[in-house]
Structure formats: C-alpha cells, structure tokens
C-alpha cells in the first residue's frame, strides 16, 4: 500500500493578468533498471524447512523508496515461467519474487527485453498471467494481436495525470517468437505506428522504456542516440533505458521538456563485478498546470539516487539504498562489502557528474522517516519503548517521531520488530516540502 504522504503538494495560483483559477497538480514518478533473478539469487531465497521462496529480507531497506512515489516502475527481466527455476542464460524465477515485487511497491512492470522468450510461449504467457493475478500493470509482450490491440500503448491514470507508456527490445536472444504471441521489437515502422495511437489517446505524456545499448559499456552508442532523438521528434517526452547493466548518463533538456535515462543498471542481480553491482533509481515529477484556456504539463522535477546489492558471507542478497547506508557497519559488517559499496558510489558519482545533464543526485536532507504500525492494541501506549520513540495514534495505525536518518529509523524499527513483535511494522519515507531541483 502506498505511503500518505505524497511526492506532490496541489498549489493554487492566481493569475493577476486575467484571474482565470489554476490548479496544478504534481504526480511522482520513480524508475528503476533491470530486475534479475540469478541462481545464486534464486538460492538465497529458498527455504529448505518450507521448500518454498521468501524474497522479504533482499528488499527490505529498499521498500520505502519503492513505495514513496505515486508510480513506481522497473524493468523485469527474467520469465515467471514456473520450475525448474532457472538463473542465467534462460531466465525462470519463482513466482514469489513477483509477489514480493507488489508488496515492495511496483506499481508497472515493463516485460520486453532479450529474456522474454528464455521459456518460449509458455513462459510468456505465464508471466503475463502472474502478472494479471497480481494486479501488477504491464507492457511489452502479449499472447496475441487481439491483446495488443486492447492493452497497447498501456495507458495510466492517476492524480488527474494521463501518462500512455511504450516498451520495446532490440531482440530476443536469437529466439523466434511463438504465434500468436507477440515482442514488441525495435521496428521504426512500428514505433510510429505506435506513437500515433498513443497521442490519439490524449495522454498528458508518453513514456518510453527500451531495452537496447552495448551490454557493460557506460556511454550510449549511436544507435540508442539515433533512437532517443526519434522518440522525442515523435513527442515523446521521457525515455528510459535498460539492459547494458551498468550506469549511462541521464540528460535533461529542459527548454525541449525532453528526458533521457540511457541506462539505470541493475536495480537486483546476481552479477558482482564493478560497475555491474547496483543502479540507480530516477525520480521524476510531472507537473500538470490545468487553467480556463489549456492544460499544461512538463517535467517539472528530476534527480537520481544509487543503490547497491550487497551479498554477504552466507550468500544473503540485500538492496542497500545509498547514501543512507555509506559507511555503515551495522548492515554491512564486511570489510569487504563496505569497500565494493564506496568504489560502485565513487563510480557512478563520477559518470554521473561528468556526463548528465541537469539531473544530479537527490540528497538524503530530501527525506524524513518515521515507522508506521498498521496495528494498534489496548496496551500499546504502556510499551516504554514506544513512548522512547514517540509514537502517536495517526487515525487506524501508530507513527513514530520523525527521523531525519534513515538509518536511525531502520534501528527503531528492528527495536520494535524484534522486541516487541509487531509483525505489521515498516518504515515510511516522507518527502519534506521542498522541490529536487539538482544544484548543478
């Protein structure tokens, strides 16, 4: 369930010139690079006592960052194909993980990439379906052209904002797509096909995801300039890109109103050499400014902050948000880790501050935290060490005092999780009332 607060405050403004009323509205957008599911991964995540999966513990530092936003999108790169689960070359991962997905806070998955066909029609189709379940929106594949027609481009609508969402890959592995079923490719023709429908819907803005660029390198090619510069002369005005698995720039033209990620990582993954260890994560905020005359909408906001995937000594995988966990021993007790966590920051630190444009790093002064207790029993308030973190009833749950560590809130949160066993504890970010306009 998504968090209260908001990543966009409604404004009312007055015009002197005319005093026609506008209302503006703020709709807050996170994206996020490859989601993969290695055997190492897969491993972690099994119990042998149960024989099933759990996938809670790798995400649990993360989730609030997930959940903040009003959307929340990632690219899933791997099939829901059912057993035998399988990591790379052919991607099977267990239907846990999807569940987890949901409750960590992704709201849009994308499915078009080079691993869509890993378990050919079946496995297509059955991750769509789990998808379907879990009432996750997707786009990318379908059984047939009959789905296409009726669910692309995937339209979204929130906060009175309109977005219509594309997703394409550059190819399949080598794999034949099974008919009926459908991949969306890199097909110009197609594409602008595409995009005209998308338009004749009215959205308030397209959204391309791509999977393309040259696997390991962080610059984009020519071809993933050629194409980004086609979606914009179409109208589109954000492009995010997957699938080279490590960091390319992120550019923003503000006068054109024209955004391009060309490439955010891998969000989780089993890979652990440099640069391939972690991702970032990409704010936006859309502003739609409605008056008596016309409706305006433009990227109003965009920034960035890292992330990083640790796996410990007994092979347990976790997403560790940065800069919230830089330096931190208690999450991260190897010397080793801590090492690997500094040179992925100093790496992408340093891409970043030479190569983007006008998108910089969101500080964590951006952000309080406060734990949430969606539970409330007749002798809560006799619990000392509720009182020590000032916990008050917020309508059906409890909330802490505000942290402006995150770090501290995870400590008052394991506090109440381990000692007072309040299963239905979490920690909630908020975004404190100010814009994340980059400083550069």
Request: aromatic fraction near 10%; proline fraction near 4%; include cysteine.
């Amino acid at each position: 369930m998504k968090c209260t607060l908001k990543f966009w405050i409604a404004l009312f403004i007055s015009e002197a010139a005319n005093l026609h009323a506008q209302d503006t509205t703020r709709l807050s957008l996170l994206f996020v690079g490859d989601i993969m599911q290695h055997d190492s991964q897969i491993a972690d995540a099994y119990n042998p006592s149960t024989r099933s999966y759990d996938y809670t513990s790798c995400f649990q530092y993360i989730k609030p960052y997930l959940q903040q936003p009003d959307l929340t999108f990632g690219n899933l790169e791997l099939t829901l194909a059912g057993p035998p689960y399988k990591g790379y070359p052919q991607f099977s991962a267990p239907d846990a993980l999807a569940h987890t997905l949901k409750d960590v806070g992704f709201d849009v998955l994308v499915t078009a990439n080079n691993h869509s066909l890993d378990r050919g029609k079946r496995g297509l189709e059955r991750t769509i379906n789990v998808l379907d379940s879990l009432v996750i929106q997707h786009t990318g594949t379908f059984k047939d052209s009959l789905h296409r027609a009726s669910q692309y481009p995937l339209m979204i609508e929130k906060s009175g904002i309109k977005l219509a969402l594309l997703n394409y890959t550059y190819g399949t592995n080598g794999i034949r797509v099974s008919k009926p079923n459908i991949v969306n490719l890199l097909d110009t023709a197609i594409i602008r096909r595409d995009v005209e429908r998308a338009h004749q819907e009215q959205p308030d803005m397209i959204i391309t995801f791509v999977h393309w660029g040259s696997e390991y390198q962080s610059q984009p090619n020519p071809e993933q300039k050629r194409l980004a510069d086609l979606f914009f002369r179409m109208g589109v005005k954000l492009v995010v890109g997957a699938h080279p698995h490590v960091l390319q720039p992120v550019q923003w033209q503000r006068d054109k109103d024209q955004l391009v990620a060309y490439s955010l990582g891998n969000f989780v993954s089993g890979q652990r050499t440099r640069y391939r260890d972690g991702g970032a994560m990409l704010y936006v905020d859309v502003e739609k400014i409605k008056s008596d005359s016309s409706d305006q909408v433009r990227i109003a906001e965009a920034a960035y902050q890292l992330e990083w995937v640790h796996r410990d000594s007994k092979g347990n995988y976790l997403i560790t948000p940065l800069p919230q966990h830089e330096a931190d021993s208690v999450v991260l007790p190897e010397h080793a880790a801590l090492l690997n966590q500094k040179q992925f920051a100093e790496d992408s630190r340093q891409l970043f501050s030479r190569f983007n444009v006008d998108v910089a790093e969101l500080p964590d002064t951006s952000f309080t935290y406060t734990v949430v207790i969606n539970e409330i029993d007749s002798v809560w308030a006799k619990q000392e060490l509720l009182r020590f973190y000032g916990f008050r009833e917020q309508g059906q749950r409890l909330q802490s005092a505000s942290f402006d560590d995150a770090h501290m809130a995870l400590s008052a949160w394991r506090d109440v999780v381990s000692k007072i066993h309040y299963k239905k504890a979490s920690v909630m970010l908020n975004r404190r009332r100010k814009a994340i306009a980059p400083t550069k």
